[in-house]
C-alpha cells in the first residue's frame, strides 16, 4: 500500500494543523496506522498509532493535545494536533503495518514558530 502524508506547514505556537495521510487501497485489513516524527539528529518516534478496532496509543508529549482517527470508507488516518509547541516541530510519517510488513509515507513538514 502506498501512502500519502499531507497537512503539514507553518504555524504559531498554540495553533493547529490537521494532517492526513490517504491510502492506495483500502486500510480496512491494516492492523495499525499511525504517525511517527523525526528531528535532524534524532531518532524517528511514535506520535499516535490507532488500530483496525479502533483502539489509540499517543506518545506522552502530545496526549491531550493530538487526535489519531481513521475512516475506512475513505482509507484516510488523520492527526488532529491542538495546543502545538515548538518542540512538535518535525518531519511527521504516516504508517502501516499489515502483518509483518511496515510502509512509510513520504513525511510532511510541520514547524511550529513561537
Known amino acids: 500500500v502506498q501512502l500519502q502524508a499531507s497537512g503539514g506547514g507553518l504555524v504559531q505556537a498554540g495553533g493547529s494543523l490537521r494532517l492526513s495521510c490517504a491510502a492506495s487501497r483500502t486500510i480496512f485489513g491494516i492492523n495499525v496506522m499511525g504517525w511517527y516524527r523525526q528531528v535532524p539528529g534524532k531518532q524517528r518516534e511514535l506520535v499516535a498509532r490507532i488500530t483496525s478496532g479502533g483502539s489509540t496509543n499517543y506518545a506522552d508529549s502530545v496526549k491531550g493535545r493530538f487526535t489519531i482517527s481513521r475512516d475506512n470508507a475513505k482509507n484516510t488516518v488523520h492527526l488532529q494536533m491542538n495546543s502545538l509547541k515548538s518542540d512538535d516541530t518535525a518531519v511527521y510519517y504516516c504508517?502501516?503495518?499489515?502483518?509483518?510488513?511496515?510502509?512509510w509515507g513520504q513525511g510532511t513538514q510541520v514547524t511550529v514558530s513561537s
Open positions: 504508517n502501516a503495518v499489515q502483518g509483518l510488513v511496515n510502509h
